[in-house]
C-alpha cells in the first residue's frame, strides 16, 4: 500500500489481499502488505491494519529503529508471511479473522462486507467479489450458447479454447467479453 514513509505518516484503517513479490534485485526485506520502508520513527504511526495477502512481512519490512510505540493494533493471516517475527502486528488464523471478534479488535471504521469473509474498511464501495459460474465461459460451446442467449452480458473468458469450424460469427453482440489473458482461436 505504501512504498515508503517519511516523518509524519500516518497510515490506518489499511487492508492489503495482494500477493506482494519483489521485483528481480529488489532487496528481499522491502516486501511487506502494509508500508515496505519506514524511512525516520519521527512521528510514524501505523495501526489498525489488516494484511491477508502472501508477503515477507506482514505490515512493515525494513526500518531505521523502528520502535513499537508507533505501531499498533495490526493483524495478519497467520502463515501468510515468510518473516514469522514480524513483531509490528498480530497473527490470526483464517477463522479468528472471520470471526465478529475482530471487528472489536479494529474499532468502528471496520465491517463485514456482503458477500466478502473478512472485515474491510468502512467508507469504499465494494465490488462484488467474483462473477456468477454462468457468465465465465471456458468451452467453445459456452460461448456460443451464451453470446447467443444474452447479446448484452458481461462475460469472462476461464479458458484458451478454438472455436469449431462451422461457427458463423455473431451480429449485433453489445455486452463486454474481458479475454482474462485466455486466446479464442477461430478457423
Not at 526500518?63 to 513483531?87: H, Q, R, W
Not at 483464517?94 to 479494529?106: I, P, R
Amino acid at each position: 500500500i505504501i512504498s515508503s514513509t517519511c516523518s509524519g505518516t500516518t497510515i490506518t484503517n489499511c487492508f492489503n489481499a495482494g500477493n506482494v513479490t519483489l521485483a528481480s534485485g529488489t532487496p528481499a526485506n522491502y516486501c511487506a502488505g502494509i508500508a515496505s520502508m519506514i524511512h525516520s520513527t519521527k512521528n510514524v504511526s501505523i495501526s489498525n491494519c489488516l494484511s491477508i495477502g502472501t508477503t515477507k512481512s506482514a505490515v512493515y519490512s525494513s526500518t531505521n529503529s523502528v520502535t513499537p510505540n508507533i505501531l499498533s493494533n495490526n493483524y495478519y493471516l497467520s502463515g501468510s508471511c515468510t518473516d514469522a517475527g514480524d513483531a509490528s502486528a498480530s497473527a490470526k488464523t483464517d477463522t479468528e479473522l472471520k470471526d465478529s471478534a475482530m471487528l472489536t479488535l479494529l474499532g468502528e471504521q471496520w465491517a463485514f462486507q456482503n458477500g466478502y469473509d473478512y472485515p474491510l474498511p468502512i467508507g469504499i464501495t465494494y465490488a462484488s467479489p467474483g462473477e456468477p459460474e454462468d457468465e465465465k465461459i471456458t468451452t467453445a460451446e459456452q460461448f456460443m450458447e451464451q453470446i447467443t442467449d444474452n447479446a448484452t452480458g458481461v462475460y469472462k473468458l476461464g479458458a484458451d479454447f478454438i472455436l469449431p469450424n462451422d461457427y458463423a460469427p455473431r451480429t449485433g453482440f453489445a455486452g463486454t467479453l474481458d479475454g482474462n489473458g485466455h486466446t479464442i482461436t477461430v478457423n
